[in-house]
């Protein structure tokens, strides 16, 4: 397969580079960047941590598709041309890797931080099962990979929109009834 990756460091002019991968039964996209990196050109920066979708540090554009690269198998895209770039709306560090600082500011900025209310330490009132904890439960799934900003087209259109990140937090304080925020 080919991998048409996204190449720029500071100084130099942004470019395309393609690397020939090997294609296996059960690689992922992260895999290919890894093989292309070990094999072909170390210089070649991308993240990664978990391997396993937890951390959200691999998240960029695969095929014009925000997607975590190690959760993205070479099959599921049903092509032998693989283009790989990074997040948009994040300032550009080099190759695949942006600096996610503007999710932190961002979900301060909306004040999407639990206050605790004054009144005595008890154990959590909310329990697993109840309609509160599971209102919120799916936002809580959120890993910060910052790939619903980079694909949302608002935060290019507005820089003080906060972006779905922020929001999705700010939700999950909102409507939690012990912060006093
Ligand atoms: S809400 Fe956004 S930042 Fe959080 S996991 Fe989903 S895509 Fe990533
Ligand atoms: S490496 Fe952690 S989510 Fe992909």
């Not at 990074?86 to 931080?113: K, M, N, S, W």
Request: proline share 7%; hydrophobic share 45%.
């Amino acid at each position: 397969m080919v991998l048409k990756v996204f190449r720029w460091s500071p100084g130099f002019r942004e470019r395309i580079q393609r690397f020939w991968v090997p294609a296996k039964d059960g690689m992922t996209v992260l895999d290919a960047l890894v093989d292309a990196q070990r094999r072909l050109d170390p210089t070649l920066a991308f993240r990664y941590a978990c391997r396993v979708g937890m951390c959200g540090s691999c998240g960029m554009v695969i095929n014009g598709r925000e997607r975590w690269a190690c959760r993205t198998l070479l099959k599921s895209l049903k092509t032998r041309i693989v283009t790989v770039r990074p997040l948009y709306h994040f300032p550009l560090i080099r190759d695949l890797v942006v600096d996610l600082a503007p999710l932190a500011e961002q979900t301060a900025r909306v004040g999407a931080t639990f206050v605790p209310k004054e009144e005595p330490a008890a154990f959590a009132r909310v329990g697993a099962a109840a309609p509160e904890r599971q209102r919120i439960d799916p936002a809580i799934e959120c890993i910060g990979c910052g790939m619903c900003v980079s694909a949302c087209t608002m935060v290019a259109n507005d820089e003080r929109f906060p972006g779905p990140a922020a929001l999705n937090r700010f939700f999950t304080v909102v409507a939690d009834s012990r912060d006093a925020g």
